[in-house]
Nanobody, 127 residues
């Protein structure tokens, strides 16, 4: 069973940066697509970014140009670099995974496509 553990959240001022990490273990397949999602209180879960097994990336319009997703397969790690943070980025951030060999495909908008989820890490952007 694949397990995902997020880290790197915290409190940051508007305009600041954070890097979230997602550590994966317990692989049962060779290829996984990874997504980052977020959910604020009273709101639906929202896709932020995803990276396919081949390294193709997608971003939500709200974070394009500010967030960057990357993966280091040798370390079983996926990162989300978040720059120019805004108060509206405040949420619990989750990483998610699905075993999928499609080199170029990962859906950023569909949280139901992903099978495995981490426990989340809180990001608060406030002065």
């Amino acid at each position: 069973q694949l397990q995902l553990v997020e880290s790197g959240g915290g409190l940051v001022q508007p305009g600041g940066s954070l890097r979230l990490s997602c550590a994966a273990s317990g692989f049962t397949e060779d290829y996984y697509a990874i997504g980052w999602f977020r959910q604020a209180p009273g709101k639906e879960r929202e896709g932020v970014s995803c990276i396919s097994s081949g390294g193709s990336t997608n971003y939500a319009d709200s974070v394009k140009g500010r967030f960057t997703i990357s993966r280091v397969n040798a370390k079983n790690m996926v990162y989300l670099q978040m720059n120019s943070l805004k108060p509206e980025d405040t949420s619990v951030y989750y990483c998610a995974a699905r075993a999928y060999s499609g080199t170029y495909y990962c859906p950023v908008a569909s949280h139901r496509w992903y099978d495995y989820w981490g426990q989340g890490t809180q990001v608060t952007v406030s002065s």
